[in-house]
C-alpha cells in the first residue's frame, strides 16, 4: 500500500467516527426539552384523573341525590 491509499483510509475512517460521535451524542437542551416534557405530560395525566375523580364523584351525589328527592316525595306527609 502506498502512503496516499493509507491516507484516504484515515481520512475516511476519522469521517466516520466523526459523524458516529455528532450523530449519538446528547444535546443538554434536548436532554432538558424532554425532561420538561415528560414533566408535563405527567402532569396532564394527572389532572385527567383528577377530572375523571370529580366527574365520578358529582355522578354519585347527583344519583344521591336525585334517591333522596324520590324517597322524600314517596314517604307519606307528617301531620
Known amino acids: 500500500m ?5 491516507r484516504k483510509i484515515l481520512v475516511a475512517g476519522a469521517a466516520v ?15 432538558a426539552a424532554s425532561e420538561a416534557a415528560s414533566e408535563a405530560t405527567a402532569a396532564a395525566s394527572d389532572a385527567a384523573a383528577a377530572a ?4 365520578v364523584a ?6 344521591a341525590a ?3 328527592a ?3 316525595s314517596a314517604a307519606p306527609a307528617a301531620k
Open 17 to 31: 467516527a466523526a459523524l458516529s460521535i455528532v450523530g449519538c451524542a446528547k444535546k443538554p437542551a434536548d436532554t
Open 52 to 55: 375523571s375523580d370529580a366527574s
Open 66 to 68: 336525585s334517591s333522596a
Open 70 to 72: 324520590g324517597a322524600m
Open 2 to 6: 502506498t502512503s496516499e491509499a493509507l
Open 58 to 63: 358529582a355522578s354519585s351525589a347527583a344519583m
